[in-house]
């Protein structure tokens, strides 16, 4: 008999009850957790942006550019 898997998100639902009920409790007018959350995402793209352009770098240059590129993922 094999065991089930759990999915990502399955292993996630006790997190997000948790911020699910925090939110409710707070109100609608939460200025803290938009806070937060547009801080999270600004930062995720500020370091996808900056990721993307070593690697576009890295790449551009020639003979090792792609080992680089490659190495550093």
Not at 27 to 48: D, E, H, M, P, R
């Amino acid at each position: 008999m094999s065991t089930p898997s759990a999915s990502f998100w399955d292993m996630l639902r006790p997190k997000r009850i948790t911020a699910r009920r925090r939110i409710s409790r707070q109100g609608s007018g939460s200025g803290k957790t938009i806070t937060v959350a547009t801080v999270g995402v600004v930062f995720w793209l500020a370091a996808y942006g900056i990721l993307y352009r070593v690697l576009r770098y890295f790449q551009g240059v020639e003979d090792i550019g792609d080992l680089l590129a490659a190495k550093l993922m």
